[in-house]
């Protein structure tokens, strides 16, 4: 099922997604495919036994998957196996049945646990194996959530000082109300901020001093596992 994409690579590029509030996503409907079903239910099966393997409790990905349960915060594990194995089987459609090269693609990149597929699937580990490592600090993540909030900082016009965000972000740390800090930094005037308690609030409040006066903050009340920030390192780094 060769398409026309395939004469064109080098100027085609794969997006892998990250964890979000929802995960289910278009599984379910690639599921239902004829011609995919094979495919995406071993990805499925495959990355569940790795989930059950590394927390120790029983996962079935495909029964979430066609009975539409999204996996909720305290499921965030299944969630990573999910995402892994829907994008991991996503790739294979390309290269089994829409006959893509994909090595031949000429970009590859991914934001939070989709950097890790990303760079996975281009060779460098095998994502089975990759995959192990954020499901051991998934409780962690998990227990770490709760107090978190995410802040969305951006700009309509100029750029944002990374170096400023940073510094707001240790400033505030520093008080000893909770720990603030980057999650992402999606352009030169968009990031994501994860902090507890009410760092988010606190930064709001510093920021009008120190950013461009068009720079804004916004709050997304879920909560969100801090894997890639300072807060994951409360568990496992201790201090003075």
């Known amino acids: 099922m060769a398409t026309p994409l395939a004469g064109n ?9 990250g964890y979000n509030v929802t995960n289910l996503g278009r599984t379910g409907e690639l599921l239902a495919h004829a ?22 409790k029983r996962v079935n990905l495909l029964d979430r998957v ?6 909720t915060g305290t499921a965030y594990d299944e969630a990573i196996a999910l995402i892994v194995a ?13 006959e893509i090269d ?23 580990f095998a994502p089975d194996h990759m995959v192990r490592v954020p499901l051991v600090m998934a409780a962690d993540a998990v227990e770490l959530a709760k107090d978190v909030t995410m802040g969305v900082l951006f700009s309509r016009g100029p ?23 980057v999650s992402s930094m999606l352009s030169p005037n968009t990031y994501l901020l ?26 997304n009340e879920n909560h969100w596992p801090p ?4 807060i994951a390192r409360q568990r496992n780094i201790p201090d003075r």
């Open 9 to 17: 690579l080098a100027y085609a590029a794969l997006a892998f997604r």
């Open 35 to 56: 011609a995919y079903r094979s495919i995406v239910e071993h990805e499925l099966q495959r990355f569940g036994d790795v989930c059950a393997d590394v927390t120790g």
């Open 66 to 71: 066609v009975e539409g349960r999204e996996p």
């Open 86 to 98: 829907a994008e991991v089987a996503q790739l294979r459609l390309l290269q089994e049945i829409h």
């Open 102 to 124: 994909t090595t031949r693609i000429g970009l590859s990149f991914g934001y939070s646990l989709g950097e890790l597929v990303a760079v996975s699937c281009a060779g460098y």
């Open 159 to 181: 750029r944002i000082s990374h170096v400023q965000v940073e510094r707001l972000c240790e400033e505030i740390t520093c008080e000893g109300e909770g720990t603030i800090g």
């Open 194 to 219: 994860l902090g507890q308690r009410r760092t988010i609030e606190r930064f709001r409040q510093l920021m009008k001093s120190s950013l461009p006066a068009r720079a804004q903050l916004r709050t």
């Open 227 to 230: 894997l890639h920030t300072p």
